[in-house]
């Protein structure tokens, strides 16, 4: 039996999208939280925090990009025509986002306030457009043949902006908690105030998701409350609700790291319920992976060029994350 490439062209870009989820949402949500630490003291530690490994992270977004470019050139053309403005806005966000990072460190005193506002804005609105892609894709893309058959606006509904706010939210925690494990003092003891502000918005959001999801498409309630698969899935929500319970304790309590592990397992489960409910369509309620699909010489090549790069991102990310270990002060700078 043969190898059917779909699915390990599948797996290698959900596993892009979910390593980019991660690594760029805590410094995203760093921007994300700049308006509650006004000091510039404090604000140079927090960028500091991430400033020798951001531009690292956004590898992932380009590896989950060109993935489906690759091999499954159909929903890329699909997708990409529903989604433009969203994706552009996206971009012009993480463009801001990365201009102010070089050059507020640079700029005078009394000019610094335009890049923090620059950092600021650039971190939401790329973090929200992120979510409204997230809640288009999720909502269903209308197709006619082989194209896209909507509007450039369509994506401007309560679904779409609604997820939106809710990767927001999300992105904030894992900014929030990963301050928690980089930094001491006042700063530290403000982020685990705001951490379980956050935990609880970030309940309410799930919460909201959960139910809304399955009201949009019938087949997403069937998969998920059919009485043969209940029984396989409800691990999932059980989970999410004892890892909040935990991920609340431990910002009460002097551990540093849990918080942030917490964040991270909940985004994993999340992102697990959404594989579930979408599988195995590249655009969902119209195009299977199969249907989207490259010809298969077409995805083994590709896939010759891909799978060697893969761990070789793993290892310079790991390699980075080490030699820049451990809390961040006044002390450390890195521009």
């Not at 992270?57 to 990009?65: A, I, P, R």
């Amino acid at each position: 039996m043969g190898i059917d490439l779909s699915i390990v062209w599948a797996l290698v870009i959900t596993f892009g999208v979910m390593m980019y989820i991660v690594m760029d949402g805590f410094d995203l949500g760093i921007g994300i939280l700049f308006p509650f630490a006004p000091s510039k003291g404090e604000r140079d530690i927090m960028m500091n925090t991430v400033a020798p490994v951001w531009d690292g992270n956004e590898t992932w977004l380009v590896l989950g990009g060109a993935g489906l470019y690759a091999a499954f050139p159909l929903a890329y053309s699909i997708i990409l025509s529903a989604l433009y403005l969203p994706i552009m806005l996206m971009l012009l966000g993480l463009v801001f986002r990365g201009v102010a990072f070089e050059f507020r460190f640079k700029a005078h005193d009394h000019k610094r306030h335009i890049w923090d506002k620059a950092f600021i804005g650039g971190s939401l609105v790329a973090t929200f457009f992120q979510g409204v892609i997230l809640g288009t894709y999720i909502a269903g893309i209308p197709v006619r043949g082989r194209a896209f058959a909507g509007g450039a606006f369509d994506w401007m509904a309560p679904f779409p902006l609604f997820t939106g706010a809710a990767l927001v939210v999300t992105y904030a925690l894992l900014g929030a908690t990963w301050l928690i494990m980089k930094t001491e003092g006042t700063l530290q003891h403000k982020m685990r105030g705001i951490g379980r502000v956050l935990v609880a918005l970030l309940l309410l959001c799930i919460g909201v998701v959960s139910v809304w999801t399955p009201l949009l498409k019938e087949a997403i309630a069937t998969r998920w409350f059919s009485f043969q698969n209940l029984w396989w899935f409800l691990p999932v929500p059980v989970l999410v609700l004892a890892i909040t319970a935990g991920l609340f304790i431990s910002t009460r309590k002097d551990n540093d790291t849990s918080p942030f592990l917490f964040t991270l397992a909940i985004i994993f489960l999340g992102y697990s319920g959404l594989a579930i409910s979408l599988w195995p369509d590249a655009v969902p309620g119209a195009l299977t992976l199969w249907q989207a699909a490259a010809p298969p010489q077409s995805q083994g090549f590709a896939l010759v060029g891909a799978l060697p790069i893969l761990p070789l991102i793993l290892g310079y990310t790991a390699w980075s994350y080490h030699v820049f270990k451990g809390k961040i002060g006044h002390a450390q700078t890195y521009h």
